[in-house]
Each structure stands twice: as C-alpha cells, then as structure tokens.
C-alpha cells in the first residue's frame, strides 16, 4: 500500500512478494532504491525522504557452512520507519530496526540498531552521532 503524494525520481525496486510493504503519505524516494519486505515486513511512516541508492531489506540471507551460499536459507524480519525520517544516499537498514521519529541516517551508514527519536546516526555499523 502506497500512501498520498507519493513521489518517486527514477528507476525503484520496490516488492513485497508474500510479506508486507507499507508507505505513508508524502514520501519521496529517489534513484536506484531497493525496499525488500520479501516476505517480511516494511512499514515506511509519513513524510519520509530516501536518498539514491538505498537498501532497506527485511530479510537476511543464512551463512551455514557445509552448504553451498546459493542454497542458504534466509531469515527473514521487520523493518519500521517513523515518520520524518530522512536516509541519506548509500544507507542499508537491516532487518529488526526501527528507525524512530525523526532520525536522520547519514550517506553510506549501515542500520543494524534502532534509533532514538531526532537523533542523528551515521557510520558502519552505524551508531549515534548527534
């Protein structure tokens, strides 16, 4: 489900195959973003901004040794997006986090932990940085 004034600058991945994916009103999502609920959960809130190239996936892929990566079986989780939140350019948010209500992610930044609200995080993994 896709909320009101809904934009989108260029070529997206957005899919939820058997899981859930849900995007509030007025977000915008530039180039090159992948959003992957499959078949977990996304809930994106309102008034959120991403920047180009993007990675925000609900699921994980397993790394059991003695089997081949390709047939790996994946583990698969939730992802919540508070509203007016901003992520910026090259961020991944991993399954389990929650970005809280106004948290600003910097460029390049891995999300492996839930923020605090207004808070600013940054770095890989990324932790907070304002």
């Given at each position: 489900?896709?909320?009101?004034n809904?934009?989108?600058?260029g070529?997206?991945?957005?899919?939820?195959?058997?899981?859930?994916?849900?995007?509030?009103?007025?977000?915008?999502?530039?180039t090159?973003v992948?959003?992957?609920?499959?078949?977990?959960?996304?809930?994106?809130?309102?008034?959120?901004?991403?920047?180009?190239?993007?990675?925000?996936?609900?699921?994980?892929?397993?790394?059991?040794?003695?089997?081949?990566?390709?047939?790996?079986?994946?583990?698969?989780?939730?992802?919540?997006i508070d509203?007016?939140?901003?992520?910026?350019?090259?961020?991944v948010?991993?399954?389990?986090?929650?970005?809280?209500?106004?948290?600003?992610?910097g460029?390049?930044?891995?999300?492996?932990?839930?923020?605090?609200?207004?808070?600013?995080v940054?770095?890989?993994?990324?932790?907070?940085?304002?």
């Amino acid at each position: 489900m896709i909320g009101n004034n809904f934009s989108s600058m260029g070529t997206d991945y957005l899919y939820a195959h058997e899981g859930e994916l849900t995007i509030g009103n007025n977000c915008s999502i530039n180039t090159n973003v992948q959003i992957g609920a499959a078949p977990g959960r996304i809930i994106i809130g309102d008034n959120v901004m991403i920047a180009p190239n993007v990675v925000i996936r609900a699921s994980n892929h397993g790394i059991n040794k003695g089997s081949p990566m390709r047939f790996q079986s994946h583990s698969y989780g939730e992802i919540i997006i508070d509203d007016d939140v901003w992520i910026g350019s090259n961020a991944v948010i991993t399954a389990g986090v929650v970005l809280a209500k106004g948290t600003v992610v910097g460029a390049g930044a891995v999300v492996t932990k839930s923020t605090e609200p207004f808070s600013i995080v940054g770095g890989v993994p990324a932790r907070k940085i304002g």
